[in-house]
């Protein structure tokens, strides 16, 4: 035991959080990441920038995470990665095939010590100091929900949905494309040429993220209302946006405000997040549901965008009222923790915390286990339903 | 240079199966194997920062977080800082007037004074940090955790523990002065002499995050004025500093430079270094550098005829030996799958025999479509060895080597031109890349002097070379 502890002291283990869209990485017991970087690489044969989820199959995968795993380790934490204990922060609906190709990636190629394999929803706690909280993760594919109980993830009442930045953005672009055209056809021949030159309809998804981060908000749910009954309402003012340095695009009021709607919007199938909340405590028992509802716990970068965490309140608040849910969650408060971190690495911060206690030690899985045990252990594999890794069969 | 920007005509097969150009290639002298970027292992060597070149030992750049004591970055452009000087007279006129420093952009125009931050009266040294305005909260959490976590741990220790041992060297092992020590430095308590845990009852006291019911609304100013993009950040800026992150640009604060790495490599197989650069950052010379341009002979296609589906046409090809010592090269057929297989299951078979925990890298599938046949000539080759002085002799070479002219068309110094005939495949069609390969032998003398027998050793080797050297032309002109 005392090796394994000079060991650790002289190598700092390092922490993961590989997202959809943004890779969070730093050392273990510091309060911020070292980096935040888009989780993209450019494929060395071909030479295009490629997002690590846009792989094709398991060979294209392991390629493109040699590559992205290297770039961290020697242009950004500046350490060795042999013989380090890495920390991997995951959500616990992480694909098998992503989660397993990593952890080759890891103690094959880079013949990393350790690994320990912490879920986001449950460390992301270890930031607020409380054992209860329903997290929901908003990050750029989905939005995942999963309550914790007294330390233990509910995972019967998991809820996710493509719900997040896709979405905002694909609707971000549908909106404006659609209010572009109409104003190229109303202003006709006289329209002002110089303004429609430039083709909107393909604007790279970084000119959409950047407009949707410093031009759009989340608007109140009464002017949502109105603006979703088509009553009249005051239009915020147009954007004027640049393109490519001397192209100048408009960007109607509208667009801006309704653009996080995708989140709200209720239809036959009732999947908005405020339903998914709801239904997640539903799913949990009858005795947890009035704490849940009292610690709600949002996390991941979308929940930056301003008027984001107010809106949600609301729509929480007033759908607990409808009477759809009146009757069967009679609960009157709903309540939201703040992080003592900003939102899009308050997962991250939970792994870096968890991972700079003995916890390290103890839970890891070695790279010799690995190498005898050839998988990862997984909640979702029967084969391995055994608490304490070292009683693992070999 | 060519190297660098030209496409790769000629490539090599690597130990690890990938196809590479020579210039990237290494060649382990104590394995005699060849080795890429991708089958070495790479370690951080030294730390430098790109704008000063000053470079620290790894532990003092840990302790700095792996950036520059005195330059900082830009956090609008991420172009380096510069300090600038201006002289304030004071007020009541009694002293001389003092320098004072404040930090610009030249780039893009950026300063210091932008932000509020005052100018200082050092030049370096003294400029302000941000902290994390959380880490109160983040250090008592953090405690409070590590206590948890040691509690769980005494406890599966407990149990460890409870078999009956023999004599007492356990002990000095658990409490002795060195593990006190590793525990300090890693930040943990000290754990009580006795085994009782003393300090493991008293849980650090923390304050849990209390949830709140209202949640503050967005303000009425989005509906009404247009957001001036020239005062919000971009994401960029934001995660240049995960733990600021500053939404406008008036609260942008400097950043002190990261720092940049040299690398070292190291074969997987022997753990010998293959390349290690000198320590100096403004050093671009290696103290090690096992490159394969050094060691094995290098192609070149000099000039072929125009290529053409099921037409054999001739190409000629440059074999120069950098060694210093004369060399043979032989050509052979690549090797057919089913002889790749046969070859693959008995190394695997030796692997298993040895038994040994041979680390070997997982290789992905590289699939290679050969389009062309190449009818090699079947005499050897002999490469003299490398003479720098030669190279500027510009007498008539006198070798006097029995070559075949209908395969040596040329012969300088340690360079010899090699003329055969490729067959593109006739089924292709005309405009698609030609890709053809074949063995190459070669003898090797190993000149590495901690070897048993001090002589050098002459080995036989073989790598796989491709050559793609153009696309088939359409229609025969004829």
Known sequence: ?394 | MSYLIQREFVRYECTCGSLKPISVLHFCRHCLKLRCGYCVCHEVDSHYCSNCMEHLPSAEAKIKKNRCGSCFDCPNCFHTLSVRATTRSVEDGSKTPSKHYYLACFFCRWTTRDVGIPDQTTATGSWPNKENPYAETLISLLEHYKVIAMRERSQKDKKTYSTPRRGYSSFTEKFGLSSMIARKRAGLPSLPLGGKEVNLSNLPPITPSVAEEEVEPLPESYFAEEPDLTKITSLVQRHANPALQATTINTLHPQHRHFYIKRSLRCRQCEHNVSKPEYNPGSIKFKIQLAAYYHMPEVRIMTFEPLQAGKPSDIILKLINPTQHLTSVQFTQLPTTEEIEVAEEREKNMKESLDRDLISIPIPPRCVVITGKADLPSSAVVLPPRDDAAEYDDTVDTHSFQDDPNVVVWRKGNKAAVKFSITPFSDIKPGTEVLFGFCLDYGYVNTMPILEPRQPQRTEMQVKVYLSPGKTCGIDPK
Not at chain 1, 26 to 47: D, Q
């Open chain 1, 1 to 394: 035991m005392s090796i394994y502890e000079g060991l650790s002291a002289d190598k700092l283990a390092v922490v993961l959080d590989l997202g959809a869209r943004y890779t969070k990485f730093g050392f273990i017991g510091e309060f911020a990441p070292r980096c935040i970087i888009p989780s993209e690489i450019k494929c060395p044969s071909s030479g295009k920038i490629r997002y690590i989820y846009s792989y094709t199959d398991e060979n294209d995968l392991y390629s493109l995470l040699v590559e992205f795993v290297h770039m961290l380790f020697f242009k950004h934490v500046l350490v060795t990665p042999k013989d380090r204990h890495v920390v991997i922060v995951e959500s616990l609906l992480c694909p098998t095939l992503f989660r397993d190709t990593l952890a080759k990636v890891l103690y094959r190629h880079f013949e990393v010590a350790s690994i320990l394999f912490v879920p986001s929803h449950l460390v992301a706690l270890c930031t607020l100091g409380v054992k209860t909280a329903l997290v929901i993760d908003v990050g750029y594919e989905e939005v995942q929900i999963i309550p914790v109980y007294e330390g233990v993830p509910i995972l019967k009442a998991w809820q996710a949905q493509p719900l997040a930045a896709k979405a905002i953005e694909a609707r971000l672009r549908n909106n404006f494309i659609n209010a572009y055209n109409n104003m190229k056809n109303a202003a006709g021949d006289c329209g002002d040429t110089d303004t429609f030159a430039e083709d909107v309809s393909e604007l790279p998804d970084s000119v959409i993220e950047d407009i949707k981060v410093r031009g759009c908000f989340v608007t109140t749910m009464e002017r949502s209302e109105m603006i979703s009954k088509s009553e009249p309402v005051k239009e915020p003012p147009p954007l004027k946006y640049r393109i490519k340095g001397d192209k100048l695009i408009l960007i109607p009021g509208i667009c801006r405000e309704t653009a996080f709607e995708v989140l709200f919007e209720r239809d036959n199938d009732t999947n908005s997040i405020q339903d998914l909340v709801l239904k997640s405590i539903l799913e949990c028992g009858i005795d947890t549901r009035k704490q849940l509802a009292e610690n709600l716990f949002l996390v991941g970068g979308t929940v930056m965008a301003p008027g984001f965490k107010s809106r949600f309140m609301r729509e929480v608040k007033a759908l607990l009222h409808s009477p759809e849910y009146c009757d069967r969650l009679p609960l009157n408060t709903v309540k939201l923790h703040n992080p003592p971190a900003k939102d899009n690495y308050t997962c991250w911060l939970g792994g870096a915390i968890f991972g700079a206690t003995d916890m390290l030690q103890m839970r890891s899985l070695s790279r010799e286990k690995y190498l005898s045990l050839n998988t990862v252990p997984d909640w979702s594999n029967l084969a391995h339903n055994e608490l304490v890794i070292s009683k693992l069969p070999t």
